[in-house]
Each structure stands twice: as structure tokens, then as C-alpha cells.
């Protein structure tokens, strides 16, 4: 079976702050994808990444996949409290299906 | 090109009925995958179909079925509803569902037992 952590569990920060999540696994997956998630809607899917060592931006979003295809980031340079929401990383991996992270609630106060 | 469409988006139902929730995904999409989200356990995977078949399961009861229809539409069944069935049901669909395919989200239903 293949899990993904993810961290931190909550994040409450001030506009204009920056903050970095983190999804790690012992496993290697194929592809990475990050989600945002809106109270009872569903993911919404931000970026994926596919090459180990990848970098890309989305706006004043950054996504790291590791060189080894084992984990991932995502940095937000100067949040704001239009990103608040559940983020989340999910790793597709050799049974194809997708693995969720546990999500990463972020709160950004005015 | 219309996305992930789930309905209803909102069921309240009594313990020990039974449930079916539909999913139409975005055309050309053969790879349908459901989805249950709760608040503890995040979201977990239940089954997968792609043309018709069932390609992966998750570890859910066998009160838990799905199928797939030959226009990719798919639906999940839950019989014998418990309290702990409440929950968001989602369901994604891909192009292929092989690596590297992306998965879009419906916006889910809203499955409350009472």
C-alpha cells in the first residue's frame, strides 16, 4: 500500500506570508498532483508533475516534484486569503490509482 | 467542454435504505474513479472503472458497488445505509486513467444518514 503524508495538518498564517507544505512517501509514483479543495465542493486540480526534480509555478504558487519522484512541495509566496482552503497532494502510482495525502487545512487572515 | 457532473448534490437518507449516486464524466473520459470523504479519514478510495470494468477496488464493504455504462457514465450503490456511510461522495474521471493522467473532480454529493 502506498501512503502519502502530508504536512502540516493546519496552517492559520497572516496575508502577505509565505508557507510551504510538504507530501512525502517511501514510495515512487509516476506522476503528482496537487488539489484545492472549497467546503462541500469537490479538488479542484492545481498542477501536475511528472519528472523527478520538476519545478512549476502557477501565479504565486510553486510545486516541486524530488528528484527521486518520492515527494513534492507546494511554497506560496505572499498568501492571501483567496488561497485558503484544503490542499492536497496525490501520487499515482503503479496500480494507477490515485493515493491521497491527508490534505493540509490553510487558514489566511486579512 | 462540460466538466465532472454528480447528482444529486445533496441525499438525506434512513438507515438500512439504499442509495444510488450518479456521475457523467468529462467527454471522451473512459476512466470514472469514486471517491468518500469524511472529515476523519480524508479521502479514500473506493473503486475505479474504465470501459465498463472494474480495475481497481478499495477497502470498502461489499455494500459498496458501482458499475459503468458503455457512454462511460457510472453510478455507486450503497446498500444497507449505517450512520458512518455519512459522508462526500466523489467521483473523478480521467482520459485513460494510466500514469500521469490528470483526474477532475465532480463537485460531489452530499450523503447525510439519519
Known amino acids: 500500500t502506498q501512503l502519502l503524508e502530508q504536512s502540516p495538518q493546519f496552517l492559520s498564517i497572516q496575508e502577505g506570508e509565505n508557507l510551504t507544505v510538504y507530501c512525502n512517501s517511501s514510495s515512487v509514483f509516476s506522476s503528482l498532483q496537487w488539489y484545492r479543495q472549497e467546503p462541500g465542493e469537490g479538488p479542484v486540480l492545481l498542477v501536475t508533475v511528472v519528472t523527478g526534480g520538476e519545478v512549476k509555478k502557477l501565479k504565486r504558487l510553486t510545486f516541486q516534484f524530488g528528484d527521486a519522484r518520492k515527494d513534492s512541495s507546494l511554497h506560496i509566496t505572499a498568501a492571501q486569503p483567496g488561497d485558503t482552503g484544503l490542499y492536497l497532494c496525490?501520487?499515482?502510482?503503479?496500480?494507477?490509482?490515485?493515493?491521497f495525502g491527508s490534505g493540509t487545512q490553510l487558514t489566511v487572515l486579512p | 467542454k462540460a466538466g465532472v457532473t454528480q447528482t444529486p448534490r445533496y441525499l438525506i437518507k434512513t438507515r438500512g435504505q439504499q442509495v444510488t449516486l450518479s456521475c457523467s464524466p468529462i467527454?471522451?473520459?473512459?476512466?470514472v474513479s469514486w471517491y468518500q470523504q469524511t472529515p476523519g479519514q480524508g479521502l479514500q478510495f473506493l473503486f475505479e472503472?474504465?470501459?465498463?470494468?472494474?480495475?481497481n477496488k478499495g477497502n470498502f464493504p461489499g455494500r459498496f458497488s458501482g458499475r459503468q455504462f458503455s457512454n462511460s457514465r457510472s453510478e455507486m450503490n450503497v446498500s444497507t445505509l449505517e450512520l458512518g456511510d455519512s459522508a462526500l461522495y466523489l467521483c473523478?474521471?480521467?482520459?485513460?486513467?494510466?500514469?500521469?493522467?490528470?483526474?477532475?473532480f465532480g463537485q460531489g454529493t452530499r450523503l447525510t444518514v439519519v
Open positions: 467527454s471522451g473520459h473512459r476512466s
Open positions: 496525490a501520487g499515482r502510482g503503479s496500480a494507477r490509482q490515485l493515493t
Open positions: 473523478a474521471s480521467s482520459f485513460e486513467g494510466q500514469g500521469g493522467s490528470e483526474a477532475f
Open positions: 472503472y474504465f470501459s465498463e470494468t472494474q480495475r
